[in-house]
């Protein structure tokens, strides 16, 4: 079943009509002015969103064949096997393209892993006071609040020497 | 506790450092070249994926004022108060941001509503067949295989006379 044992070569399609994309078969991915299409990456047991980055058209076909999750590092201009450095791997069980397709949802296994560089088990780890249902803390309504408090792994240990890839 | 019955004016603050943006509890969000940032929009009850979206700062003080996500249309140039015409609007049920603050994360309530254009639950309908874990159906490696079969509305009725908004 896996990519990486082989069958036909997967391709990628011109984008001909708003129906055929839309409402057809073939894959026509639509990359940016940058040659870039953003990844919306789940956990597929928990559902839990863990990041959202980029692929170029060769960190998609990679990312097909191989079955784990390969993304455009825009920070370090280069491609970039998720987990090659912590070991983290995100194997994905399922790959989904959007109505426009303009965005690829992947749902993989992190197995017991981390996907956040800062080392929480997701990237997003914070959520914001007194927007929607979620509760307000005395006199701090539109500031952070911690949804994760223990790190899966200590960033120092996992990466060292490495350059953080946040830009500000 | 909902934000459209007061409390502090929300702030968004400057990026100082890093460490900040990574570990503070003060929103700083990061928009890019064109003042955007991306959004990830999943049903609160069933974690589903529905959409992927982008939002520039003022869609972004709506969304935290109203409860209810605004977006900013890319193919309209507009800011679009999801819902305002298909009914289908998203209450916020929770709202985070991503370890840099370039990803806003929204966790919504659709209440038995659709959040895609051309009428599925979610935009997010097709998989890719024979990557990953994903099964392939004979002689169709790489095609699209529809997760979704049965539209909750019919876009003929809802947007009478709207011009889509697939960009090819």
Same mark, same amino acid.
């Given at each position: +079943?896996?990519? =990486?044992?082989?069958?036909? =070569?997967?391709?990628?399609?011109p $984008? ?15 990359f &940016?002015?940058?040659?870039?299409i953003?990844v ?5 047991h ?6 959202h ?7 998609? +076909? ?32 399922e +790959?989904?393209?959007?109505? &426009? ?19 929480? $088990?997701?990237?997003f ?8 249902? =979620? ?34």
């Amino acid at each position: +079943m896996n990519g =990486a044992t082989g069958g036909k =070569a997967r391709e990628l399609h011109p $984008r001909i009509s708003v129906e055929e994309v839309e409402e057809g078969r073939e894959l026509a991915p639509k990359f &940016d002015g940058d040659g870039l299409i953003p990844v919306v990456t789940t956990d597929a047991h928990s559902g839990e969103l863990l990041m959202h980055g980029y692929m170029n058209r060769e960190a998609l +076909m990679r990312s097909m064949e191989l079955g784990e999750a390969v993304y455009w590092s825009r920070s370090r201009g280069q491609l970039w096997h998720k987990g090659a450095t912590s070991g983290f791997t995100q194997r994905i069980v399922e +790959m989904l393209i959007d109505d &426009d397709q303009d965005t690829v949802w992947l749902r993989v296994d992190v197995q017991g892993g981390a996907s956040c560089h800062v080392g929480y $088990r997701s990237c997003f780890y914070r959520r914001i006071q007194g927007v929607g249902e =979620a509760p307000v803390l005395a006199d701090t309504e539109g500031e952070l609040e911690f949804t994760e408090t223990e790190k899966v792994f200590d960033p120092e240990e996992v990466y060292p020497g490495a350059d953080n890839p946040t830009v500000l």
